[in-house]
């Protein structure tokens, strides 16, 4: 890269010896391939479809992202609940909640959305779990988790 050094009516080129951080990308998108039902209170919700995980940090057996890197994410999930049925879910980043969604019981399907962006530190680990302890979300996908470094 060169900059340049002199004014705008007679610039000079300068070599940058500039040194720029590698970024990995670190981005899921996740599915839940069965429908889940009377969940306990405070219980990992995994969703445990698998349609992009680069960079490995979500695991589908636990339900857990851990950050393997500083920075930025964003966050997101939806979740359908089926008929007459309600599901409260809420974002926790280690212990701390961060954000909540809550399906309203209805005469026909309901899907709700959230999105939480958080500064995270190398190790820290985020989920999705219930908020209380009832509850029916669909599968497939009516009902996924996202999240991606900025």
Same mark, same amino acid.
């Not at 720029?20 to 995994?46: C, D």
């Given at each position: ?6 004014? !705008? ?13 590698? !970024? !990995? ?15 306990? *209170? ?60 809550? #399906? ?19 190790? #820290?680990?985020?989920?999705? !779990? ?8 669909? #599968? ?8 991606? *470094?900025?």
């Amino acid at each position: 890269m060169e900059i340049f050094k002199g004014g !705008r009516d007679s610039p000079t080129p300068q070599e940058c010896h500039c040194k720029t951080k590698e !970024r !990995r990308t670190i981005a899921f998108q996740i599915m839940s391939s069965t429908g889940l039902k009377n969940l306990p *209170k405070h219980a990992v919700v995994k969703f445990d479809k698998v349609v992009t995980n680069i960079g490995g940090a979500y695991s589908p057996s636990t339900g857990i992202f851990t950050c393997q890197e500083d920075g930025v994410y964003s966050f997101a999930w939806t979740t359908q609940t089926a008929s007459g049925s309600r599901f409260n879910s809420e974002f926790v980043v280690d212990s701390s909640i961060i954000a909540y969604n809550y #399906n309203m019981p209805g005469s026909n399907s309901q899907s709700s959305s959230q999105t939480a962006v958080v500064d995270l530190k190398k190790g #820290n680990k985020a989920w999705i !779990r219930t908020y209380s302890n009832h509850g029916y979300f669909l #599968n497939n996908a009516w009902s996924s988790f996202t999240g991606f *470094k900025i």
